[in-house]
């Protein structure tokens, strides 16, 4: 008598666990996708920031704060809610509240895209000098 090995389950089995790979994976691609900002300038009433953002990342807003490099509080916050996330570079411009700063101070600005819970998707932190 002839034994014969069935190779028809592991063959199943791979694709079963192929796909829930494949599920597993394009589920967790908004939180791959390239989340990204880079501050150019910064005055005492606006921030210049280059972002790029995913529409699926759930970026809300683009928020930043101006302060002393040493201060326990920021000079300054300001939010802007007009941005497009859909993969492709963008510019915005975050006006900025009140400063209490003297201009042509060497300043710390950081900069991020949040979500609806101000989670941070992305920032940065630069130092300038306020014009």
Same mark, same amino acid.
């Given at each position: /008598? #002839? !034994?014969? =090995?069935?190779?028809? =389950?592991?063959? =199943? $089995?791979?694709?079963?666990?192929?796909?829930?790979?494949? @599920? /597993?994976?394009?589920?967790?691609?908004?939180?791959?996708?390239?989340?990204? +900002?880079?501050?150019?300038?910064?005055?005492?009433?606006?921030?210049?920031?280059?972002?790029?953002?995913?529409?699926?990342?759930? $970026?809300?807003? +683009?928020?930043? /704060? $101006?302060?002393?490099?040493?201060?326990?509080? *920021? &000079?300054? !916050?300001? !939010?802007?809610?007009?941005?497009?996330?859909?993969?492709?570079?963008?510019? @915005?411009?975050? *006006? +900025?509240?009140?400063? &209490?700063?003297?201009?042509?101070?060497? /300043?710390? #600005? =950081?900069?991020?895209?949040?979500?609806?819970?101000?989670? $941070?998707? &992305?920032?940065?932190?630069?130092?300038?000098?306020?014009?």
């Amino acid at each position: /008598m #002839v !034994t014969t =090995r069935n190779y028809r =389950r592991p063959v =199943r $089995v791979g694709i079963v666990c192929g796909a829930l790979g494949l @599920a /597993m994976f394009s589920a967790t691609a908004p939180a791959l996708a390239d989340n990204a +900002l880079d501050i150019n300038n910064a005055s005492q009433s606006e921030i210049t920031i280059d972002y790029r953002c995913d529409a699926g990342a759930g $970026v809300t807003a +683009l928020k930043a /704060m $101006v302060g002393g490099a040493q201060a326990d509080h *920021p &000079s300054a !916050t300001g !939010t802007q809610t007009s941005i497009v996330c859909d993969g492709t570079p963008q510019s @915005a411009v975050v *006006p +900025l509240g009140p400063m &209490s700063e003297p201009a042509g101070g060497e /300043m710390q #600005v =950081r900069a991020a895209l949040v979500d609806s819970t101000d989670t $941070v998707i &992305s920032g940065q932190a630069k130092a300038f000098t306020l014009s």
